[in-house]
């Protein structure tokens, strides 16, 4: 059974520069949350996606975006990178509907401004 | 609102000695708590979750963790650390109102001297 897979696991791009993040969730899952993880911190809420819509969002500009596709991977969108961008990015998943809405994390993008 | 507050931002002991990492918490509705613990370039993982059930709740690798409502405190405990128990450790809370989102404190770093 694979777990919440992400990819790249490492990217570095220049500041003004878009990045799109991708996450594909546990399988049965189909509730994807992404965090941002900036060094020494603990993960902070961006967005929540369910049935390939933005259910909850966190304190995050709108240059933080997101999609969820049918198949219930989703992927982030970040334009006009700042170097305060710079931070791991955490995909969870997850299955409304069985209690205790657990979250498994993926093991992260670390993305990295210049 | 929901808020967590780690008390301790580095915990350091013996091998064989034990564990304690604390942390308080704040929320609006009866909330669900965890612990999530981060190995280094590693993704996080839960070691245990309080969903309103028993109070004290046992999760893997030999920790626990009480859920005291008058205190608002739901610290973690193992009775004698190991070598591998050396992680970043979060505290994590959810409020239990149709709202999936989740809310980290900024992280305990254990430290285990051999």
């Known amino acids: 059974d694979a777990g919440v897979t992400q990819s790249p696991t490492h990217l570095i791009k220049t500041r003004g520069q878009q990045v799109t993040l991708r996450c594909s969730p546990k399988?049965?899952?189909?509730?994807v949350s992404w965090y941002q993880q900036a060094l020494g911190q603990g993960p902070q809420f961006i967005f929540q996606?369910?049935?390939?819509?933005?259910?909850q969002r966190g304190n995050f500009p709108d240059r933080f975006s997101g999609h969820q596709f049918p198949n219930y991977s989703s992927e982030l969108n970040v334009n006009a990178l700042l170097l305060g961008d710079s931070a791991l990015y955490l995909c969870?998943?997850?299955?409304?509907?069985?209690?205790?809405?657990?979250?498994?994390f993926g093991p992260g993008t670390r993305l990295t401004v210049t | 609102a929901q808020s967590v507050t780690q008390l301790d931002s580095h915990v350091s002991v013996s091998e064989g000695t034990p564990v304690l990492l604390r942390c308080n918490y704040s929320?609006?509705?009866?909330?669900?708590l965890f612990w999530y613990v981060q190995h280094p370039n590693k993704g996080l993982q839960l070691l245990l979750k309080?969903?309103?059930?028993?109070?004290l709740v046992k999760g893997i690798n030999g920790f626990e963790a009480e859920f005291k409502k008058s205190e608002t405190s739901f610290h973690l405990t193992k009775p004698s650390a190991h070598m591998s128990d050396a992680a970043e450790y979060f505290c994590?809370?959810?409020?239990?109102?149709?709202?999936?989102?989740?809310?980290f404190g900024t992280g305990t770093r254990l430290t285990i001297i051999p």
């Open positions: 969870a998943s997850s299955r409304p509907g069985q209690g205790t809405y657990e979250q498994y």
């Open positions: 399988s049965g899952h189909d509730t």
């Open positions: 996606y369910y049935e390939e819509e933005e259910r």
């Open positions: 929320s609006s509705y009866s909330p669900s």
């Open positions: 309080y969903t309103s059930a028993a109070t």
């Open positions: 994590v809370v959810r409020n239990n109102f149709g709202n999936e989102k989740l809310t």
